[in-house]
């Protein structure tokens, strides 16, 4: 499918089928002229496999909304100029911020009435 495409758009949730699923053998299908856009979770791409293929020059660059460890990203992706990259936005439509803003107001009133809060913040990162 990557010989077919000029931009490759990695949509998907991340499982055990799909980490890495995008790999230097992927990069090098999209060849020298194709564009990789992550959108999904950085785990589905093989970050290193991705930035070797960008250094060089295997796949024309990419355009990444998430990486492998987030917040981190490599210095190496933050120097290349045929790299675009967002902070993790790309979910950030009004529907999303419209749902997120009735869950916080939910966890709030549970809160302040003394019950458990809908959705806990996981603190063991």
């Known amino acids: ?6 931009c490759l758009v990695a949509m998907c949730p991340l499982t055990p089928q799909t980490l890495g699923l995008v790999n230097a053998r992927v990069l090098d299908a999209l060849g020298p002229e194709g564009y990789m856009i992550n959108v999904a979770r950085g785990p589905v791409v093989d970050q290193q496999a991705l930035i070797a293929a960008l250094k060089e020059k295997r796949i024309a660059g990419a355009a990444l909304d998430v ?5 981190d990203v490599p210095a190496e992706l933050l ?8 902070p993790h936005i790309g979910s950030t439509t ?8 009735r869950k916080m107001l939910a966890n709030l009133k549970a809160h302040f009435a003394g019950q458990p809060v809908l959705n806990p913040v996981a603190t063991d990162r």
């Open 94 to 101: 009004r529907e999303i911020r419209e749902e997120r803003g």
């Open 67 to 71: 990486f492998w460890d987030e917040p």
């Open 79 to 86: 120097a290349m100029e045929n790299v675009v990259m967002t």
């Open 1 to 6: 499918m990557a010989r077919l495409c000029d």
